[in-house]
């Protein structure tokens, strides 16, 4: 099975602007995480979708939100960018519910300048 | 909601000896425990994971304990080599829930 793909890989923005990354999970996969990581705070969860709907969010503020397709593929938004949305963001994708195991894209480096 | 914390953040570590990276969590529901490795640039990915009605996991040189009662959970690396190079990342998450909480991770060297 092909794994977890993310598009873009890079993107810069500058402040004020905004941005939709995307994730297509494993084949079969419905269930899609994101993940903020930075230098020194790790993996921090956003959202996470399931059948098209949102299951759990994160702290972040509205400025994020995502969605996520019949296809199980999702997209992440980013209103009114700001420096410190600077960071690599990650997808994973799992199974569902009771299937544990979670596969991450490669991410999407976002600078935002 | 659910606290991971990981120790120590960085650890340096001579080929050959073992490396030890400790977890501990909050939430007595969390009952799935998974590891990941994240190399220089690359995804992370899953190297090993343990449930709650288990105490240890082996696979080869990677092994993982858990202390429910305690509310901790280890990653052991042995024989450690250069390629183990990388930053590890524990995680909790509740079988039946969706959301996953990750340790803040933990910057391994192995000195050739």
């Known amino acids: 099975k092909a794994g977890v793909t993310q598009t873009p890989r890079y993107l810069i923005k500058t402040r004020g602007q905004q941005v939709t990354l995307s994730c297509s999970p494993i084949s079969g996969h419905r269930s899609v995480s994101w993940y903020q990581q930075t230098p020194g705070q790790g993996l921090q969860f956003l959202f996470e979708y399931f059948s098209e709907t949102q299951r759990n969010k994160g702290n972040f503020p509205g400025r994020f939100s995502g969605r996520q397709f019949s296809n199980s593929r999702s997209e992440m938004n980013v209103s009114t960018l700001e420096l410190g949305d600077s960071a690599l963001y990650l997808c994973?994708?799992?199974?569902?519910?009771?299937?544990?195991?979670?596969?991450f894209g490669p991410g999407t480096r976002l600078t935002v300048l | 909601g659910e606290n991971v914390e990981q120790h120590p953040s960085t650890l340096s570590v001579q080929e050959g000896d073992s490396a030890v990276i400790k977890c501990t969590y909050s939430d007595s529901a969390s009952n799935y425990f998974p590891w990941y490795k994240q190399e220089l640039g690359k995804r992370p990915q899953l190297i090993i994971d343990?449930?709650?009605?288990?105490g240890e996991k082996k696979d080869q040189r990677i092994a993982v304990t858990l202390n429910k009662t305690a509310k901790h959970f280890s990653l052991h690396i042995t024989e450690t080599q250069p390629e183990d190079s990388a930053v590890y990342f524990c995680?909790?998450?509740?079988?039946?829930?969706?959301?996953?909480?990750f340790g803040t991770g933990t910057s391994l060297t192995v000195i050739p």
């Open positions: 995680a909790a998450s509740e079988n039946t829930g969706n959301q996953f909480y």
């Open positions: 343990i449930r709650s009605n288990v």
């Open positions: 994973a994708s799992r199974g569902g519910p009771g299937t544990d195991t979670q596969y």
